[in-house]
């Protein structure tokens, strides 16, 4: 063995061929934890969760599944309550996504003058970064008590049935609680990206007679739309998400009124043992994060090209 | 000199604007703007503190009655600001209200998250940035398919596993499923890239191995995105709620997030627990903002590639 050595030392260098195979080694054990946790908790699941989706629920626990094949995709996915809880979701995003992002623009906006004492503000509007969803829930949850909230009161509701208990009122003040929650992150994003607008161009608008409302409009939003852009994206994938608000301030009632979809797979799942269903329910989610996972994907990939 | 032109600039009301336009007008004239600029200042302060009330309020009403005596809190018109501030609600919270447990399963279940995620990423990306090895381009691929998998899709298996490992309702639950990352892979890679390959030589000559390479060379060049990852994981560890409530059942392992719904059910006769309870669950990242604000940004702004 010390005579192979010695006779390949002089080609060392030009072949290392031992340092190439000691490399591979390294570089194996190097991505293999990650690895090996994507399989067990994240590429196994996936697939077993499509899986369980041919299998019906026996209406007893200790009977055996039934394969139905694609047939429970089928009732299940056209069946009246997936649609009902798709459009819920849909109009959470919509209740929450885009004015969520034109009040996060406002903030940035108004917060990115040079005042005296700007800095305070700018801390106050990105301070809901730190409410988690749980956070945000159980205080609005407290707000909008009949009896004793102070929101149930301003709104003259005392004592009646509360605002959560309404079957109009209680998505829409789950997206305002959403909202409220998110307002830190999207002030935060888009004052980055207002702050890597070029004070050139402005200045320039300026000169050009621009008024400011038209600088605005045709200066700094354009510079926007990419964040404005991904914000939406982020937004809508949160929204299809989002699930403590839901759990803590109304638990899909009243009457389903609030039951999302992510809500509708935990009930399933978890309440109900409903597991061939959930899982149909899992993999549709699945395929509308994917899509919309493609679709940031694509841009981003766009970006980093005009950015080069 | 630029700060000086900004500071006489008009930002606001049209006409102003379209005045200062003009090209004969003198940047430096202060005196032109005169009686137009107090106003606007005000204006633009009423419209900051009109704002920064909208966005402040349910935490200052939260913070004033965790301080309130319970009774006070359901008095009518509503007490808004505490003159005798009691802060035994806290102590009740924290000891009574099982905060102080929530907290700590928290703490270590978001730290061992966050340390393992960087762990397992730094090492990873590499890996991916620095050696050669077969498939090194389809695996990297399938470390980046992991990001467009929701943690919902996997659930229902995922529930199963731990079930079989016998972990339900333990630590190694709440934590063993998130050891990896597709996104800190892809960073720490990205930012790899940008080591010059000299130093990766000239260590190489130096007789410095691989890992000894990374610790001391590679990962102290790469300090801002180890931190705005660092606590990018840690805040996303730290706000899961569906994941643990599905996991746990005992307040031994419970975190701050699933405890926060419990003590809102379960105190509701004594609702100023409930929000000093509030509060002392969202502090620490409260605290977090304030001390790691920069990375935090960069942090948030990483993730939102993500989704």
Known sequence: MGARRRARGAHARRHPRSRTRRQVVAAYLFVLPALVAFGVFVFYPLVKTAYLGFFTTPPAPNLPSHYVGLSQYRSVLSSSDFRDSLWRTVQFVLYTVPAGIV?????????????????IFRTIYSSTVATSAAVASVIFFTLLNPQVGLLSYW?????????LQSSSLALPAVSVVTIWQNIGLTFILMSAALQSVPDDLLEAARVDGASSWRRFRSVTIPLLSPMIFFATIVGIIGGFQSFGQIHILTQGGPNNHTLLLIYDIYKQAFQYDNTGYAAVLSVALFAILLLLTFVQFWFFQRRVFYAR | MRADRRGVRPRAGGRADRRAARPPEPRRAKGSFGLRRPAGRAARYVLLVAMAVVVAFPIYITVVNALLPSAQIGARPPTLFPTHPQWGSFRIAFDEAH????????????????????????????????????????????CLATLMVPVEATILPNYRTIETFGWYDTFPALIVPFVGSGLGIFLF?????????????????DGYGHLRFLVRVVLPLNRPVTAAFGIYAFLNAWNQYLWPLVVTQTNSVR?????????????????????????????????????????????????????
């Not at chain 1, 709104?155 to 605002?163: E, I, P, T």
């Not at chain 2, 940035?129 to 389809?138: E, Q, S, T």
């Not at chain 2, 890679?189 to 000559?205: I, K, M, S, Y």
């Open chain 1, 103 to 119: 009040l996060g623009i406002g903030l940035a906006v108004l917060a990115n003058q040079r005042l005296a004492g700007i800095r």
């Open chain 1, 155 to 163: 709104l003259g509701r005392k004592g009646g049935s509360g605002v």
């Open chain 2, 99 to 142: 905060l102080g447990i929530y907290l700590r399963n928290s703490t270590i279940v978001t730290v061992s998250i966050t340390a393992a995620q960087l762990v397992t990423s730094v090492l990873a990306g590499y890996a991916f940035a620095f050696l050669r090895f077969p498939l090194r381009g389809v695996l990297f691929m399938v």
């Open chain 2, 189 to 205: 890679r990205q930012a790899f890239l940008g080591v010059p390959r000299d130093l990766h030589d000239a260590a190489t000559l």
């Open chain 2, 255 to 307: 975190t701050v997030q699933i405890g926060l719904r419990q003590l809102s059910i379960s105190n509701f006769n004594q609702i100023d627990v409930v929000f000093a309870g509030t509060i002392l669950g969202a502090l620490p990242i409260f605290v977090l903002l304030f001390v790691f604000q920069k990375q935090l940004v960069r942090g948030l702004t990483a993730g939102a590639l993500k989704g």
